[in-house]
């Protein structure tokens, strides 16, 4: 488990992000940065995150619905969910795949107008997109790309403005809904040492 | 733009025959005819007369979703198939079949509410729609696939994303029970469309979407899907999935004495294979698009063929459980199943099928020299293997039974027609569908139930299709620890009573038999039957699923009393179109009275609303048996309740007039 690994060893890795980091603290108003020991910096973990037993997955795809319902101002369609059933359909390897609320978030580093941020607000503390700020680049669904599949961030091309998961503003509504409990929110006031760069590949 | 929600608004129309491919609106049609089997039953009304037949190239075949498809509105991923049937004996009539699965929502997406095919391509093709686009493609390569290798093939070319609907060799050998296949093993299956399909040289259909449907109260809808799904599941257990996190809690569904995935195997070798974690064969509860419960399982293994199953398609060779009894369910009974989903034939008519070649060759009437089918072995591998083949690719006295049971055995004639009466209940002109709870426990064994028989001698295909009003009373049962195969009326009674109030509108509505425990009573058949076909209809329309809705039967309470509102509050939220309870079963009788209509057009009447004999030679388990001439009375009471004409069964005119069917009216006075 990602939170097993000691914070000393993900400070190492973390070093790599060093340049990209650099750029973040230009929106310093806008983010919550970290200093760290070494002189580096990582946004705040997140202090919530959703957890995944895919185990119980029975590929209904409720998840999907419920967050475009709730998201989309009534569009309902997988497109326009922050949320995705991989599903393997014959043999029936189902996997739900969630944003990871990354650690040292490759989408947050890649944003060049600092739309993505950390919801302070709701205490959440999830790596979101600004609708207002964001210019649909997509430079954010490139970063996540690198890694995971399919990239969490999705463009919405009837917007031009690219949407992810903000964890409902703590209360997310797949959890809230998933019939089987395949997928769960876990809380920590110390944050989540998850997704990029302890876990680099979904 | 339209101002309501759920209805994408287009209906893709694909002539085969000139490739021609166009788009008309929906709400040509909607919100009257609302969706799925109302839409499909109007657009038979206009397009396929009574002397198109089944494999005429003119015939439609309709795929048809409804508003709530595609939607958070939970089952919503079903959608109806529907056209002139050509499994419907001897007369090729209209019907209609449910698929569930995930295909039709991504036709939603995709833009269209229904697909029109008609005409005849002159070679195999493929239709592939993506995104407000359709385009007919070469399937030269596909034909002669397998259901999965069609779609495994489908999935290279355009991405495993993409819903397939395919037919394997029975279909595209125009079998009368080839069914259309979807992902591993949701099937439209009475009514043999795949063999429609096959008639039109068309493989399969592919469809991707990325666009959506938009709900007209999303705040609503989550709200209601909340409550359904309250009152349907709950979490898993962590590490099994097929218990409820809260012990006492009853899935449901089936009257909440079965659940969660929980309808497919059986005791025995294979299910301790599934129990056994280092064996790596697995259970798991699947679900369709969209659904609380999950009820089917999918079953894998490393020499098994991978699918999802549910009651029929893997109870389908039962045989295999007495050929070798120290095996259970086997590995046999599973892959059987298996067998006839890859070649593409329905599971349910080989119910019939099977037993009825057993009871023939007991009775010295088949051999295995003519039939060319181990019938010796019924029960074994050799046997089931043989006769797929055989029927798949219409070979010796396979090319019979491709014609369906019903069928196979009217051409034999005599006895063995004779002996396959048990197994298809309805005579008359429209028969062709396996029984199905014609009896409470079914038949030979189970107890007269008055609303079932009268069900049965009028609907269009078999008539348990809407599992609500048996599944009300296995809940009765399950609730004083009998089950559905031994529950007794009398004993139940008293659990229906405030539930029958509650959806019939009777207390005594639950009394079938009388005080004496001799006679049965048909006092409340018609009535029953009259809401029960309301509500199927609109279920079938919206469309929901059959396990789910009517929510007549609640397992967790102490009055046990359901909610039969949930479907017509999904549509109001989603539509945003109001429509009170009362609104709601108006229109079901009126496209219940549609569907009629559409039989009577193919020469349907009174007299075809029959039963065969043996319903009512045969006592039952409490020494019963239906009467006929009550089944006579009873048949009055409900063509008056809705308004057709006691003596023929044929809707009025100024019943068709009174429910806004002006065009019916007319058309039907122009049948001779």
Known sequence: MATELDRRTFLRRCTLGACGLGSIIAFGDLLQVHAVSNGHTVPPLAKAIVIVDKTLCSGCRTCEMVCANFNGDGQNSSSHARVFVEKEYLKGNYQPKVCLQCADPPCLKACPVGALQIDRSKGTYARIIDEETCIGCQECIKACRQYFRPPRPVFDPQKEKTFKCHLCAGDPQCVRFCPLGALQVARSEEGFLVGYPVIKED | ?672
């Open chain 2, 1 to 672: 733009m339209t101002t309501y929600g759920g209805w994408v608004g287009k209906i893709l129309r694909v002539d085969l025959t000139t490739r021609k491919i166009s788009e008309s609106s929906t709400f040509d049609y909607v919100p009257q005819f609302l969706g799925g089997r109302g839409l499909g039953a109007k657009i038979c009304w206009d397009e396929v007369p009574p002397e198109v037949s089944a494999f005429d190239p003119e015939n439609r075949l309709i795929f048809a979703t409804g508003p709530l498809t595609g939607t958070l509105a939970p089952t919503s991923g079903r959608f109806e198939v529907l056209g002139k049937c050509p499994q419907s004996a001897p007369v090729e009539s209209f019907t209609r079949s449910g698929v569930g699965g995930h295909f039709a929502p991504e036709l939603k997406w995709a833009g269209y509410d229904a697909i029109i095919i008609q005409g005849k391509a002159s070679q195999p093709v493929y239709l592939w729609i993506s995104d407000q686009k359709a385009q007919i493609l070469d399937a030269k390569d596909l034909w002669g696939l397998d259901t999965y290798q069609t779609q495994q093939m489908i999935w290279k070319i355009h991405g495993n994303k993409t819903r397939v609907m395919a037919i394997g060799k029975a279909g595209e050998n125009q079998s009368r029970i080839a069914i259309i296949l979807t992902d591993s093993g949701d099937v439209s299956g009475q009514g043999g469309f795949g063999g429609v399909m096959g008639s039109k040289n068309l493989k399969a259909i592919a469809v991707r979407g990325t666009g959506s449907v938009i709900v007209a109260k999303p705040k609503e809808l989550a709200k209601i899907t909340h409550d359904i799904q309250t009152l349907f599941s709950r979490r898993s257990v962590k590490g099994n999935p097929y218990e409820p996190e809260e012990k006492s809690f009853k899935y449901n569904i089936w009257g909440g004495g079965y659940g969660r995935g929980s309808l497919t195997l059986l005791p025995g070798e294979l299910l301790d294979l599934c129990n056994d974690p280092a064996s790596g064969y697995s259970q798991n509860p699947d679900g369709c698009f969209a659904c609380p419960v999950s009820c089917r399982s999918r079953v894998t293994g490393p020499d098994i063929t991978p699918g999802v199953a549910i009651c029929a398609g893997s109870y389908m060779y039962l045989e295999s459980m007495v050929h070798e009894p120290e095996k259970g369910y086997s590995k046999v009974t599973w892959q059987a199943a298996k067998l006839a989903d890859l070649v593409g034939i329905n599971a349910y008519d080989l119910m019939a099928i099977i037993p009825w070649l057993s009871d023939c060759y007991r009775a010295k009437l088949l051999t295995e020299e003519e039939t060319g089918l181990p019938l010796e072995e019924i029960g074994s591998w050799r046997f089931i293997s043989t006769l797929l083949d055989k029927i798949a690719n219409r070979e010796g006295f396979g090319d019979l039974l491709a014609e369906g049971g019903q069928r196979a055995a009217a051409k034999l004639g005599g006895k063995a027609e004779e002996l396959s009466f048990m197994y298809y209940p309805r005579a008359g002109k429209f028969g062709g569908f396996r029984e199905h709870w014609t009896f409470l426990g079914g038949f030979p064994t189970g107890y007269s139930v008055t609303p079932l028989a009268l069900m049965w001698a009028l609907d269009n295909r078999d008539a348990m299709v809407s599992h609500s009003y048996i599944s009300m009373l296995w809940g009765a049962a399950f609730t004083i620890g009998q089950n559905a195969l031994t529950a007794v009326p009398e004993d139940i009674f008293p659990i229906l009573k405030p539930v029958m109030k509650a959806v019939y509108g009777s207390e005594e509505a639950a009394e079938v038999s009388g005080p004496d425990g001799k006679s049965l009573s048909w006092k409340w058949a018609a009535p029953v039957v009259k809401r029960f076909h309301e509500q199927s209809l609109l279920k079938d329309s919206y469309v929901v699923c059959d396990m789910l809705f009517p929510y007549a039967f609640n397992a967790n309470s102490s009055d046990h009393i359901g909610d039969t509102s949930l479907e017509s509050r999904l549509y109001s939220a989603v539509t945003g179109i109001d429509m009170s309870l009362e609104e709601s079963f108006q229109k079901g009788e009126m496209l219940c009275t549609l569907e009629r209509a559409l039989a009577v057009r193919d020469g349907r009447t009174r007299q075809d609303d029959i039963l065969h004999g043996i319903y009512f030679e045969k006592e039952d388990a409490g020494g019963r048996k239906y009467g006929r001439e009550e089944l006579e009375r009873s048949k009055t009471d409900y063509y008056g309740l809705m308004g057709w004409d006691v003596n023929s069964g044929i809707p009025t005119r100024s019943t068709l007039e009174r429910l806004g069917l002006n065009d019916v009216a007319q058309g039907l006075e122009r049948t001779p």
